[in-house]
C-alpha cells in the first residue's frame, strides 16, 4: 500500500515539477552597445525558444556596462523593447554610488540590486542558469 500511495504522489508532483519556470540571468559590465546588443538579442532568442511565459530571464549591469542602462543610452530603444517584453533590466547600486549617478540619470522602469556582482551569484545559487556575452 505504501509503494502505491509513493507512486501516486510522484506522479502527482512530476507535472508540477515540469512546469517550473527555466531562469537565466545575464551579465553585462562592458560600456559597449554591441554587448547590450548581443545580450538583448540573447535574451529575445530565449524567450522565443522556450516560449516567453516559461522563461524569466534578468540582465544585471555593473562597472562600465551600467553607462548602457542611462536615458539616452545608444541602446535606449531595445531597452524598452526588453522592458515591454518582461526582461528584467536591473542596475547594480554600489556602481551607481561609486560614479555618482543618480537614479534620475537611468532608463525608467529598469531595477536596482544593491551589488550585481552578488546578485548574480545569489541566482546562480537559486539554480539560475548564468551567461556572459
Known sequence: MKTLIGI???ALALPLHSQEKYKVVFQVSDNDPAKWNLALNNARNVQADLGKANVQVEIVAYGPGLAMLKAGSPVSARL???LDGSVGLLACVNTMENTKTPKSDMYGGIGYVQAG???IMKRQKEGWAYIRP
Request: proline share 0%.
Open 117 to 119: 556582482v552578488t546578485h
Open 8 to 10: 501516486l504522489l510522484l
Open 80 to 82: 524598452a523593447e526588453a
